[in-house]
């Protein structure tokens, strides 16, 4: 695009900041110049690293930032020695930011040592105002710190970091509070050739009383249907096979499109794309999942057998404080229709333990719900306090005693279920998607099935990024041991 041009004669402040992604090309141009310069000086690329933390979503915007960093010459490492370090980070629970800063501390040493290096930071947690202060107060030596909104703009930001000379005027803050803007069209790099997250919609209207998401993340808007279409099918041209259409709330995608669709209808419309296999969507929120949607799965050909549904807690007392907007029986009564519907099917789940409130009986409400669901996974948190959220101000925060014992009786019979639905397609042939080459084990490769479970068996590496058939032999837990049956 602009590379094209001759950089010296366009005058950026003639580039309306709404033309995008024009402006941001622009930019890359620009420091693609930078980033000549740099080798011919060095004699060498500048290397850049990106380390996510948190959900899906980060993992996708990740790659947003590695397409820009990529495009403009950086040598892309995994290495926190390089010369331009991102975190893109997560703030769900307070863990996570712990995690942030921690890392932190370990890079301001490396800095020390790499005069070229800069260090950025993104994603959730830098869009709460405590934590921009904190930076500025104990962390100086970052240079950039952008937000969730303005992700489109890197480009531009980057430029100001590593061209402009600042400095003099320290750390380069952009936070915006919110946005209804969705950039289309700026590069991207994929994580595997063979499968993409794509984003369906972004932000979140929902707000669970514990949670942050809507905060950081911003109004819930969708994509247009045709841009998301588009996009898959110029990633099944390039080799992609399965897709995961990401959301907080994909039941909610296209309440406000101007010709609103709903999230059923878009899926019909992505099952129609020539030479795609796979499709997966992640998350559901139990209170928003229509017929409709129960339907399009059971008939489709495409769509993996595999249903994220939120529980968080079993009790209806509970559900309410939280502003769930569903109770233990409506959830009950949703799972079984899904798998009276569609009985092979792989449904999992989130639970929080020590909610504001929650009591021993609650928690064995929860347990209730999995014994009767039987979740072939489910991700246990323990409750953490977000500031600014209803819950943090509830009264009867539960004792961190109270919580452990909580979450071990969760935990003990989610893992009980698990095992269970896992292991109940022992001796059983399935199709896998190969992921990958087994770390820990030569010569095995470790494939996925439409349920989600993991599979290892004897293969050769040319065959990630296909889908074979396997024969599950042995159940280890929560994954299986087989032998490829064809190809
Ligand atoms: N939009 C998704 C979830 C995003 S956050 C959904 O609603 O399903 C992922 C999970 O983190 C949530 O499902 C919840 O179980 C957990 N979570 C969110 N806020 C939390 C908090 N304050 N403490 C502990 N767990 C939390
Ligand atoms: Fe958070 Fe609830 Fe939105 Fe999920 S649906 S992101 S838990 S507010
Ligand atoms: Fe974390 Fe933000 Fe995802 S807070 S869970 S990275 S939406």
Known sequence: MLNEFDLDKIDISVIPPETEPVRQYYF???CREWVR???????????????????????????????????????????????????NTCTVRDNANQRVYGRLGELKSRKKRNPHMKIALCGCMMQETTVIEKLRSSYRFVDLVF????????AELLYRCICENHNEQGMIVDIWEDTDKIVEDLPVERKYPFKSGINIMFGCNNFCSYCIVPYVRGRERSREPEEILREIRQLVA???????????????????????????????????????????FMTSHPKDLSDELIQVMKESKKICRHLHLPLQSGSTRILQLMNRRYTKEQYLAL?????????????????????PGETMEDVEETIDVIRRVKYDNAFTFIYSKRTGTPAAAMENQVSPDRV???????????????REQVSRYRGQQAQALVEEVNAQEEGLLTGRLSNNTLVHFPGDAELVGRIVTVSLDECLGFYYMGHMVSQ
């Open 28 to 30: 890359m141009a620009k």
């Open 37 to 87: 310069g740099f080798e011919d000086k060095n004699g060498r690329s500048p290397s850049c690293c990106v380390t996510t933390f948190g959900c899906q979503m980060n993992a996708r915007d990740s790659e947003k930032l590695v397409g820009i960093l990529r495009r403009v010459g950086y040598q892309v490492t995994e290495s926190e020695d390089a010369d331009f370090v991102i975190f």
């Open 147 to 154: 937000g969730t909104h303005n992700i489109f703009k890197f």
């Open 238 to 280: 390039e080799g992609v096979v399965e897709v995961m259409l990401l959301g907080q709330n994909v039941n909610s995608y296209g309440k406000n499109l101007d010709t609103p669709m709903s999230f059923a209808r878009l899926l019909q419309e992505v099952e129609q794309i020539e030479g795609l296999e796979r499709i997966r």
């Open 335 to 355: 799972a079984e229709k899904i798998r009276r519907e569609i009985p092979d099917i792989a449904i999992t789940t989130d639970i929080i333990v020590g909610f």
């Open 404 to 418: 452990k014992e909580g979450f071990d009786r969760v935990l003990k019979v989610v893992q009980e279920t698990a």
